[in-house]
T-cell receptor, first 114, second 109 residues
């Protein structure tokens, strides 16, 4: 079974530039999460999708961040314009729901904003 | 507010046993997870507890006391490859996963 796929793995951009991250979850997983993780901290939820519906985006900075999951499968997270404080690892995870709701993570995208 | 506390860093010796504690205060409880995260990699699932008691899985065990808002992860026969961060996370009443900051475990020969 293929795992969660993310691209790119690394991205370096200058501040005020746009950037986009892509995620393809495990086949059959209806729930998709985008997290941001800073060094030495736990993941911080940005947005959670149930199929194509965003059910929790309360932590997403909506002035510069946007996300979509149009067909309920893969998803894109965008930042425009990027700020220095956006430097972090952006993790995508998916789960199949059910009782345990174990989340499977992709390798992440390490973003550096200069 | 919701809060998960775990030690920032722990050191242990290869072959020994270490216990990593986690205390939580959350809006509701639908289970507690432990994840392992090696430096520069994504978190990987270790264990899930929803009922009180001990769950054993090979060298790793996880314990939960819901009345005390407390869990621990027990690692036996430590190996150098166990050097990693261990993240405690609680599924709240909205089925949102609340994450601790993680405990960095350093294994010394």
């Amino acid at each position: 079974e293929a795992g969660v796929v993310q691209s790119p793995r690394y991205k370096i951009i200058e501040k005020k530039q746009p950037v986009a991250f892509w995620c393809n979850p495990i086949s059959g997983h209806n729930t998709l999460y985008w997290y941001r993780q800073n060094l030495g901290q736990g993941p911080e939820l940005l947005i959670r999708y149930e199929n194509e519906e965003a059910v929790d985006d309360s932590q997403l900075p909506k002035d510069r961040f946007s996300a979509e999951r149009l067909k309920g499968v893969d998803s894109t997270l965008k930042i425009q314009p990027a700020e220095l404080g956006d430097s972090a690892v952006y993790l995508c995870a998916s789960s199949s729901g059910g009782e345990v709701r174990e989340q499977y993570f992709g390798p992440g995208t390490r973003l550096t904003v200069t | 507010g919701q809060n998960i506390d775990q030690p920032t860093e722990m050191t242990a010796t290869e072959g020994a046993i270490v216990q990593i504690n986690c205390t939580y205060q959350t809006s509701g409880f639908n289970g507690l997870f432990w994840y392992q995260q090696h430096a520069g990699e994504a978190p990987t699932f270790l264990s899930y507890n929803v009922l009180d008691g001990l769950e054993e899985k090979g060298r790793f065990s996880s314990f939960l006391s819901r009345s005390k808002g407390y869990s621990y992860l027990l690692l036996k026969e430590l190996q150098m490859k166990d050097s990693a961060s261990y993240l405690c996370a609680v599924l709240d009443s909205n089925y949102q996963l609340i994450w601790g900051a993680g405990t960095k475990l350093i294994i010394k020969p």
